[in-house]
Nanobody, 115 residues
Framework: QVQLVESGGGLMQPGGSLRLSCAFSGSMSIINSMGWYCQPPGKQRQLVARINSDGSTNYADSVKGRFTISRDNDKKTVDLQMNSLKPEDTAVYYC?????????WGQGTQVTVSS
């Protein structure tokens, strides 16, 4: 049984930083990539960052240079370091583990950027 549990969300002022962490339980052998998605209020869920099995990464244009995704295979965690936060980063952030036939979602963690 695969489970993803996110942590690290909260309220932060513009310009601040937050670090999200996703803990993965279960076998990672079938997982091709791990990623973070966000769903702003009233909008669809969208990709923020993804790290592939070969270590390559992909980022949404809006977060390039500000966010960094990393993975620790021993600890089975995927983190998202978010710097220079903006009010438009406010969203529920979801962790996703992708495999060939689909994937798994975490329950989400709220990030609010406001002064």
């Amino acid at each position: 049984q695969v489970q993803l549990v996110e942590s690290g969300g909260g309220l932060m002022q513009p310009g601040g930083s937050l670090r999200l962490s996703c803990a993965f339980s279960g076998s990672m052998s079938i997982i091709n990539s791990m990623g973070w998605y966000c769903q702003p209020p009233g909008k669809q869920r969208q990709l923020v960052a993804r790290i592939n099995s070969d270590g390559s990464t992909n980022y949404a244009d809006s977060v390039k240079g500000r966010f960094t995704i990393s993975r620790d295979n021993d600890k089975k965690t995927v983190d998202l370091q978010m710097n220079s936060l903006k009010p438009e980063d406010t969203a529920v952030y979801y962790c996703r583990a992708q495999h060939k036939f689909g994937g798994y979602w975490g329950q989400g963690t709220q990030v609010t950027v406001s002064s």
